[in-house]
């Protein structure tokens, strides 16, 4: 196993980066119908592939997940984990679940949303939008904190009760020409 970072090389132990598994020598995977995306989750000579997840390995050895590279938002140059922020949010007594996502910011190229069902959707209101992005603040550095909160009465799942992202961040980037 190796953890790597954008330029290509191991981090650090402790620092987050893209996590490669040591390939089988026979039946290695394929995307279905896709070459190229199985070309790219396949590295350092077709030894080592990747599933799209990101993580880091602390200082015993044990590998920690942090998220999926296709749902990580980078605003600014700076990399912000979804599930991170959807942790503290959870933690909220009001919220019954939440998404977080990017979208698209002229200035920085995404920002951070983050979508919540309440536990009692009638108080969905700027107040608590305000509320939860200041609960945000105690735990998060401001960057990785939603500017605003948008509530929503149910979030889509996959049948294994998987929050399909995709779906959430598809409303926001309707008309934009610039994907991240």
């Known amino acids: 196993m190796k953890v790597v970072g954008e330029d290509g090389n191991e981090v650090p132990t402790g620092e987050i980066g893209t996590v490669y598994l040591k390939a089988p020598d026979q039946g290695k995977f394929q995307y ?3 070459d190229g995306k199985t070309d790219k989750a396949y590295r ?7 599933l799209g997840d990101m993580g880091y390995v602390d200082e ?3 590998l920690f997940l942090a998220d999926r590279s296709s749902d990580l938002i980078i605003s600014g140059g700076v990399n912000i984990y979804p599930a991170e922020v959807d942790a503290v949010l959870l933690h909220h007594p009001a919220v019954a679940d939440v998404a977080t996502v990017g979208i698209p ?6 920002e951070v949303r983050s979508v919540v069902l309440l536990k009692n959707t009638d108080e969905a209101s700027e107040a608590m939008s305000a509320q939860l992005v200041a609960f945000c603040l105690e735990d998060l550095a401001k960057f990785k904190c939603p500017r605003k909160i948008d509530f929503v009465d149910q979030l889509p799942r996959y049948d294994t009760g998987k929050i399909i992202r995709r779906q959430v961040r598809e409303k926001y980037w309707q008309g934009v020409d610039k994907k991240i």
């Open 44 to 50: 350092f000579g077709g030894e080592f592939f990747t």
């Open 32 to 34: 279905f119908k896709d």
């Open 60 to 62: 015993d050895g044990y």
């Open 105 to 110: 910011n002229s200035e920085w190229g995404e």
